[in-house]
């Protein structure tokens, strides 16, 4: 199976037929649903505290609906516009923004007590257009750096994702870092092709030592 | 949707434009009131990140003026009821947001804002 990445940009890929498979298939709910509950424990929050938490990539909003069950309150943003028109219908709580991360954030420092994501950093991965602005080391220092400022210190982000090289791995964690986040990466079920997830931990402040990943 | 929440941490993102770029100016807009789940816990402890003049300017605009215009000191339950309800009850459905330096327009449709910027706008 190709990656979805590598046929179209996100907003093109995710139209409204993809899109409403994506959200109806009942296994990627579940695996999606995992995902966020994973990343839910390693943004490790203070207990019984609602958070205001950003959704990076928040798509139709399976993610979104598991924070607004664990009694946070979330904002969304997604390039896919097909994506947010399921969240809508879905109901969900959060506030939704069509927006492009790769052009960066301009929330306010500080807004932000964390913020997850869920398989959406892979897309930044890949130039969409031969322009300057849109080279993937470009694109992933915007969104690092914006980033970065929007969330509160000390505060976490945990971006779930799938990298496709070593390399990807490197750039990513390497701007991230000049972005000035602290951090690194856990993975989960290391020695499984299929149950292995890459999650990419990124602290602001004094956020504590990187968490041990899942072994199975 | 779009609440007064993230209105209230939303500057223009446009390139250069770095000051003066908040808050967002709200115009034409269209609204709708949802009842949200209070949670004084919450609104507590998003209190520090609020700017206050720009949530009470805009909460007057969309006809609420619960709000006193200077911050209070004394943070009681009927202050935190009606900050809920500023902050999470009031949704705006269409209309636009411009940034006051740049003028780089936001418009809201169907509740979501688009925050799209053209590719000479991107720093
Ligand atoms: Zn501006």
Known sequence: ?216 | MVRLITHNLLACHAKGCTSNNFPLQLKDVQIALREADFNPDFVRGFMPKIEWNALVNAARQLGDSSLPAEQPEMIDDDLLKALHHVLLEIHIEEGQMTCPNCNHVYPISNGIPNMLLAEHEIA
């Not at chain 1, 940009?9 to 509950?37: F, L």
């Not at chain 1, 598991?66 to 904002?75: K, M, N, R, S, T």
């Not at chain 1, 897309?123 to 970065?148: D, G, I, K």
């Not at chain 1, 090289?165 to 602290?182: E, H, N, R, V, W």
Request: hydrophobic share 40%; proline share 7%.
């Open chain 1, 1 to 216: 199976m190709s990656r979805p990445e590598l046929i179209a940009p996100p907003e093109i890929y995710y139209g409204d037929t993809e899109s409403k498979k994506y959200t109806n298939n009942t296994r990627i709910q579940q695996v999606q649903a995992d995902m966020t509950y994973r990343a839910l424990e390693l943004l490790n929050l203070p207990p019984a505290q609602p958070a205001f938490l950003l959704d990076i990539g928040c798509g139709s909003g399976l993610s979104g609906e598991i924070l607004d069950d664990e009694g946070h309150i979330w904002a969304g943003v997604d390039i896919a516009p097909s994506m947010l028109e399921v969240a809508l219908e879905r109901e969900v709580e959060g506030d939704l923004f069509l927006q492009d991360i790769g052009q960066g954030f301009g929330f306010r420092p500080g807004s932000f007590d964390g913020a997850i994501s869920i398989s959406v950093l892979q897309w930044l991965l890949n130039a969409e257009t031969s322009h300057p602005t849109s080279s993937p080391p470009h694109r992933l220092t915007r969104f690092f750096t914006t980033l970065f400022s929007a969330l509160r210190n000390p505060s976490r982000a945990v971006l779930q994702f799938y990298p496709s090289s070593d390399d990807q791995i490197q750039l990513i964690t390497s701007l991230a870092q000049k972005a000035g986040f602290g951090g690194g990466l856990v993975v989960d079920y290391p020695n499984s092709n299929k149950a292995k997830k890459v999650f990419l931990v990124l602290m602001v402040g004094s956020g504590g030592q990187v968490p041990q990943g899942l072994q199975g």
